[in-house]
């Protein structure tokens, strides 16, 4: 059984930086990062990060975002830098037993219960 760990989420201020975690219980796994709004109930996806090393990005986000893993921990990480009001989301973290590091989040199997974000002007 898969089960997903995430932390890191906060309030931090226009222009500021953070990094959110999630750890992963059970298997080899392709992860990512999605998030969602009040306004929105889709599933945004920034990145992924797949168990053959591969990774993928949202052209929305690239620039602004880092997704990295450490295997050892079993752990994935997702950096934004600049952040602004508009990043204000739940963030959540999704894996799949798949080995495609996928923008869809029909892919992913398992997901995390969401860390929010808040980003103040």
């Known amino acids: 059984q898969v089960r997903l760990i995430e932390s890191g989420g906060g309030l931090v201020q226009a222009g500021g930086s953070l990094r959110l975690s999630c750890k992963a219980v059970?298997?080899?796994?392709?992860m990512a990062w999605f998030r969602q709004t009040p306004e929105n109930q889709q599933q945004e996806f920034i990145a992924a990060n797949s168990w053959v090393g591969s990774v993928n990005y949202a052209n929305s986000l690239k620039g602004r975002s880092t997704i990295s893993r450490h295997n050892g921990k079993n752990t994935l990480y997702l950096e934004m830098n600049s952040l602004k009001p508009e990043d204000t989301a739940v963030y959540f973290c999704a894996a799949s037993t798949d080995h495609i590091a996928s923008d869809r989040p029909a892919q992913y199997e398992y997901w995390g219960q969401g860390t929010q974000v808040t980003v103040s002007s």
């Open positions: 059970g298997g080899r796994l392709t």
